[in-house]
């Protein structure tokens, strides 16, 4: 199964724009690439997801490499609320591969 | 929307005690899902149901079994439970194909 690798932690200032790496050099041509979230004490929420093309949503944009074995979640300005545990996962089929993530840790 | 609840929010088990975990949605959704998670650690597939009436073993199977009751729910029944079974559970739910997954707030189970 293709994994992902992402930092530890990463700490920003609040109302700063963060930029969150995530490697995937085994990804095969057919794997999304999916982008979660966990705040403490909830469940997961997913972010957004991308193929080949960089994406945007109201939550954040997804920039993924050309040979697509590494991708960048974007938070355009941070706050206190995006203070959580940011997954990279590729999805083989139905199923989601998760690592340990990354913990954002957001400076007011 | 409630979206997807589960039931109890917290659970003490005795070695070798059973129980069932529920879970509901209410997006009409096709797809369900079972997940584990230790501490410190990422997500970990126990079962999914695809779509209502099939289920598929996860990453991590061994000494669960899941009931698709209907479309929207989804229960897991630990049979005898084990100390290793100590953890939080989350159910989820997605229109087919996996993406963009509905989490529920969870299930704190220690088993002691």
């Known amino acids: 199964d293709a994994k992902t690798t992402q930092p530890n932690s990463m700490e920003s200032n609040e109302e700063e724009p963060v930029h969150l790496p995530c490697n995937h050099s085994?990804?095969?041509?057919?794997?999304?690439i999916h982008w979660y979230r966990q705040l403490p004490s909830q469940g997961p929420e997913y972010v957004i997801h991308?193929?080949?093309?960089?994406v945007n949503n109201r939550m954040a944009s997804l920039a993924i490499a050309e040979d697509r074995k590494s991708s960048t979640l974007i938070l355009h300005r941070a706050t206190l609320r995006d203070a959580a545990v940011y997954y990279c996962?590729?999805?083989?089929?139905?199923?989601?591969?998760w690592g340990a993530g990354t913990k954002l840790i957001i400076k007011p | 929307n409630a979206g997807v609840t589960q039931t109890p929010k917290f659970q003490v088990l005795k070695t070798g005690q059973s129980m069932t975990l529920q879970c509901a949605q209410d997006?009409?959704?096709?797809?369900m899902y079972w997940y584990r998670q230790d501490p410190g650690m990422g997500l970990r597939l126990i079962y999914y149901?695809?779509?209502?009436?099939?289920?598929d073993k996860g990453e991590v199977p061994n000494g669960y079994n899941v009931s698709r009751l209907n479309k929207r729910e989804f229960s897991l029944r630990l049979e005898s439970a084990a100390p290793s079974q100590t953890s939080v559970y989350f159910c989820?739910?997605?229109?087919?194909?996996?993406?963009?997954?509905?989490f529920g707030p969870g299930t704190r189970l220690t088993v002691t």
């Open positions: 989820a739910s997605s229109e087919a194909g996996g993406l963009s997954q509905y």
């Open positions: 085994t990804i095969s041509g057919t794997d999304y």
């Open positions: 997006m009409n959704h096709n797809s």
């Open positions: 149901s695809a779509s209502e009436g099939t289920t």
């Open positions: 996962i590729l999805r083989d089929n139905y199923q989601l591969i």
């Open positions: 991308g193929l080949t093309s960089n």
